[in-house]
């Protein structure tokens, strides 16, 4: 007798006794007909999509062999619901508050920033019944994460710099007096009065000579050069006969220059 003959005598599973798509077992020497999925055994089963929840993707479950959703009937009025893992999670959305299986309501404005729904160095203000956030001045990055300073120290800034106010900036400004001159050094000011000049460079620096300053200027409706004298900023042009109504030799001025600041006596050449 052939193998074939001998399983057909001892196998009441072959052939095939049970509808389609159904499975057979053997059982006392009978076959037992089920689907994997449902329907009837014996004139046919349905196909399904799973058989346990692990069959289907991570935000659905298995229920009645088919994949779905979970979420509907789960939360409360109001909520929303996320899908993690199969399983269901619950939550009151931006804005509002409550029990998310039960219901979320809206806040009100005075509870919108309080708490404070924003991160570190960061400023929470309400607008069109929603909680902004946006960083302190000085500050910047996400500010519902949290805003970061662009230093906090000097070492956080290049050398020519100084962190002030958690910015990197010029030191020199506003650090030195009036007329002197500023260079930077390991992220400090450095104040000298210039060459020709004296005093205290972080208050005022003066000219050595005392009054005013010289320049010189050619004139092209003059034969000669002419010292301009300067007072504060004024400036005077002398001649032999200065057009302003100053008389004079051209050396010695007969009113006061300036409103009365300043030496009188000037020369040209």
Known sequence: MSLESERDSTDPCFPNP?????KCRASGGYPVCWCIYYGNPQTGCMEGECVETHDCSDDRVCKDFHCTDPCPGTCGTGAQCIVRRHVPACTCPAGHTGDPFERCRRLGPEELCDPSPCGRNSKCEVAFHLAICSCLPHFFGNPVQGCRAECESDSACALTRECRQYKCVDPCTDACGENAECRVENHKPICSCPKGFTGHPFDHCRPL???LFLSFFFFPRLPWRAIVLECGKAFLRF???DRHGASGTGK???EPCCDGHGPDRIEHL
């Open 18 to 22: 049970c509808g389609a798509h159904a």
């Open 209 to 211: 000579n005392p009054g």
């Open 239 to 241: 001649s032999p006969r």
């Open 252 to 254: 010695i001025c007969s």
